[in-house]
């Protein structure tokens, strides 16, 4: 099953031309001299069933995420009030979120067929809002979480974060901001089209570098390859050794 996180089939607006990644109209980004941005989870616009620490701990890793490889620095705000990021979970029926009171209409994402909506979010730099579907199964810890219908936290708020910062969709599959997520997928780690698409907002984290960010991706992908090289090499001459 696909849910979506936020359909924006509309925009298409790649003005670089450099990738799948693209940005809002106008490529608006956060401008804060000092490159720190505050965010913090609303008190009040809880997923009750997870405890608000759990929530927390999400989020703080969702943001580094994005943190390892842009400038910018990402800092739970003391006071809800005064984030610049603010993240409930908001009741959406009928294409109408409980919390938007707060976004202007055209950084909302309520185009009617929002069965499968899992969240929205605004783009810079008037406001910060990630609003997180209240009435989806959320969850920290897919492991221990058995409903079929569990939707991973960190994933989608990596994903929202993404928008929040400036990044519209991406085209590529594997991306971050690919529009959407299956149920029980977790989808945290930042592709180079995701990299390369932040950071041509942002520039790059002066201690980040291709080569070591992607270094776990191809070794596990080495390992992988040996794992199943020697399987098929054990499967078609040494199994009857076994026997
Ligand atoms: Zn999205
Ligand atoms: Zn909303």
């Not at 790649?14 to 804060?32: H, I, L, Q, Y």
């Not at 720190?36 to 703080?60: E, F, G, I, M, N």
């Not at 085209?171 to 180079?192: A, G, W």
């Amino acid at each position: 099953m696909t849910t979506t996180l936020q359909p924006r089939p509309e925009d298409n607006n790649n003005d670089s031309g450099a990738g799948p990644f693209t940005f809002f109209p106008g490529k608006p980004r956060w401008t804060r001299p000092d490159r720190v941005l505050t965010y913090a989870v609303s008190p009040t616009a809880t997923a009750d069933h997870l405890p608000p620490s759990a929530v927390r701990a999400a989020l703080r890793s969702a943001f580094a995420r994005w943190a390892d490889v842009i400038p910018m620095r990402f800092v739970e705000a003391e006071r809800y009030d005064a984030a610049d990021i603010k993240v409930g979970f908001y009741l959406y029926t009928d294409g109408r979120c409980d919390g938007c009171a707060c976004i202007d209409s055209d950084d909302d994402d309520d185009e009617g067929d929002c069965e499968g909506v899992l969240a929205h979010s605004s783009m810079p730099e008037k406001s910060g809002q990630i609003h997180l579907h209240a009435a989806h199964r959320w969850t920290v810890n897919l492991a221990a979480d058995t409903a079929p219908l569990a939707v991973d936290l960190e994933s989608v708020a990596a994903h929202e974060i993404g928008h929040v910062l400036g990044l519209d969709h991406s085209s590529s599959r594997s991306s971050m901001m690919y529009p959407f997520i299956s149920c029980r997928e977790r989808k945290v780690r930042l592709t180079t089209d995701d990299v390369h698409g932040i950071q041509e907002l942002y520039g790059a984290n002066p201690h980040f570098s291709f080569g070591a960010y992607f270094k776990q991706d191809i070794l596990s992908r080495i390992q992988q390859m040996k794992k199943e090289k020697k399987k098929k090499t054990r499967g078609s001459s040494f199994w009857q050794l076994d026997e």
